[in-house]
């Protein structure tokens, strides 16, 4: 087969030495970095091809960070074949249902609750030495994100450097409170399009976990609960939250005064991410031409915007956090 696309072509070159049997590349998935995604079908059998440009991916860290987490007891796909050099991996084919697909089809997400329980559970009690820290200084280069992409890109708002500045300063109390808090491993993106529901409808397999870094202990079930893209009755998730909470050993619950104070601190958490994502969105849309990340952004506002009056917000930060998309 003549492929038009020369990382293809190289792919297909690649394939033809580690399988012994004929296949097809078919198109997959596309994400939020320069990494692509293929199906490698072989009759009945099929994989998945990650295609990682070097110079722009390094596939290095997802093989690392695969192997941990394998190790701690998470379904991440197996690693078959590597080529580093040229930027290739050969994987275990998970699937199409992601969590997300699964809900859109009428599944019930009680089906799906206890097993990412159990693999968050995994997750925060492995331990890894490598990971890089989701600090202060991240969590400010965040909400740059924010205001240099959403307010001007999608709300039509230029702030000053004067202005940026007390943003920051402003939302400085907000997030030592969550750089107070303990640090596990954390996946970071764990959410419903990263959760692949697998033939019993009952286990999950967990993908996009490259970017894993060492950060809060509410970092993880805030993505999950508070995902971007699902908008679950905020009772549900107080339940299942405070669950996970009472599941934890002593040793991290001694580090709140309660369900409660565990609950709202993840909220905050959640709220953190909202701001980084909507920046996000504004990004891919305005930067690399993927409009279509708009869309998410709406559901992702109501998210904040909710969460907001729960905290002691600055006027003039609740102001800009408030602003709509023009």
Known sequence: MIYSDPRVALADDWLKGQLNEAFRILPLADDASFRRYFRVVMGERTLVLMDAPPGKEDIQ??????????????HV?????????QGFLLLEDLGDRTWARFLQAGG????????????????????????????????????DLYLDWYLPKVAGVRLSEAQKARFHQAIEPLLQQI????????HLDFHSRNLMVLFDNQRLGVIDFQDA??????????????????????DQRSVLSRAF?????????????????????????????????????????????????LDEIPLTRKHLL?????????TDLAQLLSIPPQ
């Not at 860290?61 to 998470?74: D, E, Q």
């Not at 796909?77 to 050099?85: R, T």
């Not at 329980?117 to 965040?142: G, I």
């Open 61 to 74: 860290p997802f093989m690392s960070v695969r192997s941990w987490m394998a190790g701690a007891g998470l």
């Open 77 to 85: 796909p197996e690693l078959l074949f590597a080529d580093l050099q």
């Open 108 to 143: 019930d997400v009680n089906q799906l609750m206890p097993d990412a329980m159990r693999q968050l559970h995994a997750l925060r009690s492995s331990h890894v030495s490598y990971l890089k820290p989701f600090d202060m200084a991240r969590m400010h280069l965040e909400f």
């Open 179 to 186: 750089n107070s808090l303990p640090k596990v491993p954390v």
């Open 213 to 234: 870094v060492q950060g809060p202990l509410t970092y993880d079930l805030a993505s999950l609960l508070y995902d971007c893209y699902q908008n679950y009755p905020e």
């Open 245 to 293: 909470f009472a599941a934890m050993d002593t040793g991290w619950q001694a580090h709140f005064d309660d369900a409660g104070q565990w609950h709202r601190l993840l909220r905050l958490t959640a709220m953190q991410r909202h701001i980084k994502a909507i920046g996000i969105f504004s990004r891919l849309a305005y930067r690399d031409g993927k409009t279509h990340f």
């Open 306 to 314: 909710e969460a907001m009056p729960l905290f002691d917000i600055p």
